[in-house]
């Protein structure tokens, strides 16, 4: 029988472990930062959530859209179609044997790169901070996929 | 050569992935959802879906949305905004040698509670219902996240 | 200590590694399609990516809805629905000792219907092109999630 912890051993899985972790911990607080604007905006999706404002007509219009929501939202779903590839290809990355200080080179740059492309998203910081720090994931994740393939 | 047929052997990892799996079919099920509420609604989004039911203008009335169908789209993307985090934590978690009955009081929390929110979603159960199946899913994972990273 | 790069060795695992692989590159390359069509096209979502074509007022008209910009971004988040299911079970089915030859049909069939799905999205082909693709691609993962749960 393998002994799974011991797969903890190996320094770049350990290293992606930590790093997933924490990228996947900040893509968490954007659902909670969506829920903070939405009970202090009182801006709704669903009927059922606004009964507490109000009945009937009155409870209708908190069924609104935010600018303010929709941008946390905005950076949500970007998160998701950036760090679903980062996990699927990182994975694989770790397992290929890579050598360890380009490996947390690639996930540092790409974390860092992901919660500055937060903050550019969420201040609004202007332009090109969210498109670079954007491409900078972009070109880490691209980077290990082109090491796993060839 | 590692026989990748004895990681299954660990009583963790075999948990994990037969919650992981259950969830994610779970998941899948919104898509079938959506499609069959878009066929009894006629309700789309693309002009070639709704070609069989009228030519040019009188097709076009059917590109619009739709209480239901935007509701069970909402809960998909609340299911993959959470699902996503539980798969990659879930998964280095399995692998950090946690004890066996803590793991699976995890794995099943999540996934009970994940199909309580499906449920309180697409009914609608009255709040505090969906809220709270969703604080759970969501304490779960950020659980075995403090665990791993310490 | 397990020498991870082993796991490498395994066929299954190493053909998943290089399909997963695949098909999450060209799931990025939809964030690129997004980027083009926004550039090209001038259709923007936040204040702050149009500074650029106009100040105030001037500027604010950028900020619209575009049918082929909403069409690569529905396309996008297929893709997220279902390679996310695909990752996931694929990953636990690759470490449950398939049969190679069986596990390879599943990995192609799937990555050959989601770029079929995608080119069928983004044409736009008629229907049921991109129904079918939809439902091979959906019934690999579950007859993958069948044989793990068995």
Known sequence: MVDLTQIMDDEVFMAFASYATIILSKMMLMSATTAFYRMT????ANPEDCVTF??????KKY???DDRVERVRRAHLNDLENI???LGIGLLYSLSGPDLSTAILHFRLFVG???????????????????LSF????????SMAYRLLK
Chains 1, 2, 3 share one sequence.
């Not at 492309?117 to 090109?128: A, D, E, G, N, W």
């Not at 491409?135 to 691209?142: K, Q, R, S």
């Open 84 to 86: 679903v590839p980062f």
């Open 135 to 142: 491409f900078i994931g972009y070109g880490v994740t691209l």
């Open 63 to 65: 069924l609104r859209t």
């Open 113 to 131: 790169a992901r919660i500055y492309h937060t903050i550019s998203y969420l201040t609004p910081l202007p332009q090109p901070n969210r498109a």
């Open 41 to 44: 905006r009182k801006v709704f």
């Open 54 to 59: 109000g009945k009937g007509e009155n409870a």
